[in-house]
């Protein structure tokens, strides 16, 4: 009886050996596919895959990378056509050829527009805005994508009468150091626009991996709106916050004007101030979404209800502009908004 224990006893060892010997191994000899975005992904948009064994030895860099059966030349993959791939690696360590398993993604196309935004720093003394100003608009009647929001700067008190409150803060943020006019397209410091429609056009052709809809009442002196953000990929791992900008149209004020632009006149009596920032409602980079809001096919809610701010002259020429940024500084870069006039419901699109 007792050999018979004794004997019991050593296969249970020689089994636990195998599998404390195999678990090594593959920890070794084994690496994994992964992305930030999970398996659901969206047609025209970078995704960074990674390779690591399962002791977290990174081997990206000198990993292959395959589609399908296909070798890519980057980790970076984008995918013009939805369907289901396969997306595999080969690397080699200590001499060794280590082929991971195959890591399944599904891609389907985008369920929502990309927008962007421009941001035009201005002012009503300045000589060379009413240049960016037409060419804007210009681009804006080409593509309703396109979103200006006019932040006006005083250089003391008075000389703006549409000064917005906090544009030292983005102009130090956003390191605008040429003076203005100063277009910056989706927050991205560097990326002034030159002012042609093709720069914007190249932007629009990048699907985002999500979007917006606003929904927005008055009532008596007081403004209530819903924005609701859908996600068609787990964004989880990102830091995203939720900007609310009001802006007003319908503003007039003599513009001056060292362009040839609207006549050439000088200045330009009782200009038309079009989408002027009049507040940040929950400040210039917003409010946090929680990362579990934010996973593929989420929607997240956001209410804002509040005084209409005494910058403003006619809430009924105001519009909202909702946007989401990667970040919670001059850091974070606009991934896509939408923008809504207050009391207009715009869905999803």
Not at 132 to 157: F, G, T
Not at 318 to 326: G, K, L, S, V
Request: aromatic share 10%; charged share 15%; with cysteine.
């Amino acid at each position: 009886m007792k050999k018979l224990f004794f004997s019991f006893a050593i296969l249970i060892l020689l089994f636990s050996s195998c599998d404390i010997k195999e678990e090594g191994v593959s920890d070794t000899l084994i690496i994994e596919v992964d992305n930030p975005y999970g398996t659901q992904l969206i047609t025209n948009y970078k995704v960074p895959f990674t390779a690591k064994t399962r002791s977290g030895n990174d081997l990206t860099t000198a990993a292959v990378f395959y589609v399908n059966g296909q070798a890519q030349n980057t980790n970076e993959i984008s995918f013009d056509q939805t369907g289901s791939y396969e997306i595999t690696a080969t690397a080699t360590l200590d001499g060794q050829t280590i082929n991971s398993d195959a890591y399944t993604v599904n891609v389907i196309n985008p369920r929502h527009s990309t927008k962007i935004m421009v941001e035009d720093y201005t002012a009503t003394w300045c000589t060379n805005c009413p240049r960016v100003a037409y060419h804007l608009e210009e681009a804006v009647s080409q593509n309703s994508h396109i979103i200006p929001v006019a932040i006006h700067q005083s250089r003391y008190p008075g000389d703006d009468p549409f000064g917005f409150s906090e544009v030292t803060t983005l102009i130090n943020d956003f390191q605008i150091t040429g003076g203005l006019p100063s277009p910056i397209v989706n927050r991205t410091i560097g990326f002034i626009w030159d002012e042609t429609y093709s720069t914007l056009h190249n932007e629009l052709e990048k699907s985002q991996p999500l979007g917006l809809a606003i929904t927005s009442n008055v009532t008596g002196n007081t403004i209530n709106i819903d924005v609701a953000v859908r996600f068609d990929m787990d964004l989880s791992k990102q830091n995203l916050n939720l900007v609310l900008y009001l802006t007003e149209n319908g503003l007039h004020a003599d513009q001056a004007n060292g362009t040839s632009f609207y006549g050439g006149q000088d200045p330009i009596p009782n200009f038309e101030q079009k989408h002027c920032l009049r507040t940040a409602l929950i400040g210039l980079y917003g409010t946090s979404i929680p990362s579990g809001e934010t996973t593929t096919n989420a929607v997240y809610h956001y209410q804002f209800s509040g005084s209409i701010p005494p910058e403003v002259s006619d809430i009924n020429n105001c519009d909202i502009e909702a946007f989401i940024i990667d970040g919670h500084d001059q850091h974070a870069q606009l991934i896509n908004i939408q923008k809504a006039a207050v009391g207009e419901t715009k869905d999803f699109d």
